[in-house]
């Protein structure tokens, strides 16, 4: 079964770190480039980094560069967010997928980020 199940999201306080993962199955994962998305209230979802098969290169939205970490485990079939220095305007709903067109799994059900004192 296809699948992506995104964990480790959270209430956290301004300044605050969290470590999300996406446990993936079903599918090639090494064979994937892989992104992690958000998308806050009214608004829509936007990638916030990127990262290729292998790992080597990676790349962040604007609003995250320098905060947020991607990166992933193939042997775990697994990819990461590590999220440093928090503001409240990282509140969302946090998902990966492939950006890739051609065939992508159908999104997981994301983990809810809450920045908030």
């Known amino acids: 079964q296809v699948q992506l199940v995104e964990s480790g999201g959270g209430l956290v306080q301004p300044g605050g770190s969290l470590r999300l993962s996406c446990a993936a199955s079903g599918f090639t994962f090494s064979s994937y480039p892989m992104n992690w998305y958000r998308q806050a209230p009214g608004k829509e979802r936007e990638m916030v980094a990127s990262?290729?098969?292998?790992?080597?290169?990676?790349t962040y939205a604007e609003s995250v560069k320098g905060r947020f970490t991607i990166s992933r485990d193939n042997a775990k079939n697994t990819v990461y967010l590590q999220m440093n220095s928090l503001k409240p305007e990282d509140t969302a709903v946090y998902y990966c997928n492939t950006p890739r067109r051609l065939w992508r799994p159908s999104w997981g059900q994301g983990t809810q980020v809450t920045v908030s004192s």
């Open positions: 990262i290729t098969e292998s790992g080597g290169v990676t």
